[in-house]
């Protein structure tokens, strides 16, 4: 599929990189969609997350609507054991605050980046017990 | 100042030959022509990089470059569009999570 023209063909070069490698440390499909979104942005996030098939329960999708200047990340339900919903949004205000700036490839990779580290980074267990 | 910069020019007087006349079409190539050219090429110079670059993202501007995905099942081919109808039947069943942010 073509980049459109929203990215440089190296601005590509660098999301698709961000998100395989995202994708070979966590194991975690990573997908970026940018464009209008049809009715409400969550929504079809959802969507798009669904259609991903077989591969929606470990998938995190982010979702870029520049025109209404909105952010959002769907995770699966095996995705979000490691991308917790507090991670995924450091991720989305990292982005959004790239995105303010104009820089929307640089928000991108470095959002994926962010998800995909604290997905890899292990857990701790009983980390409430001990105090 | 003005006396200064004209310096030259009164000395010609002096020095001998001012040279013959100049026709109309070298007097527009000299003082419409040269400049005229500077400034294409300072204009040019200027506007390169933005040209390299192409269209960059503004916030606030109508979005126009239409849709990309990447990662999505697209990439095997197939318009972007194409949420089949099952897909979006399963959204309920997903117990996923996420987040949202504005800019």
């Known amino acids: 599929m073509p980049a459109g023209d929203a990215f440089t063909p190296r601005q590509a070069d660098q999301i698709r990189q961000a998100l395989a490698s995202a994708r070979a440390e966590t194991g975690l499909h990573f997908s970026v969609y940018i464009g209008p979104a049809e009715g409400d942005a969550r929504e079809h996030a959802t969507r798009l997350h669904a259609s991903l098939g077989a591969e929606a329960p470990s998938a995190v999708l982010v979702l870029v609507e520049p025109e209404r200047r909105r952010v959002e990340i769907v995770t699966g339900e095996i995705a979000r054991r490691r991308v917790d919903d507090r991670a995924a949004g450091l991720a989305s205000l990292s982005m959004a605050t790239s995105f303010a700036g104009g820089d929307l490839a640089g928000g991108i990779t470095n959002g994926v980046r962010m998800m995909a580290q604290s997905a890899s980074r292990p857990r701790v267990l009983h980390e409430h017990d001990a105090g | ?103």
């Open chain 2, 1 to 103: 100042m003005l006396l200064a910069t004209a310096g030259p020019a009164l000395a010609i007087g002096e020095r001998g030959d001012p040279g013959g006349h100049m026709s109309w079409v070298q007097t527009l190539l000299v003082f419409a022509g040269i400049p005229l050219a500077t400034a294409a090429v300072i204009a040019f110079l200027v506007l390169l990089p933005s040209m390299v670059r192409g269209p960059r993202y503004r916030p606030g501007r109508p979005w126009t470059s239409g849709a990309v995905w990447f990662g999505g099942p697209a990439e095997a081919g197939g318009p972007v569009s194409a949420v089949s109808a099952e897909a979006a039947a399963s959204v309920a069943t997903i117990e996923g999570g996420g987040a949202s942010a504005r800019w």
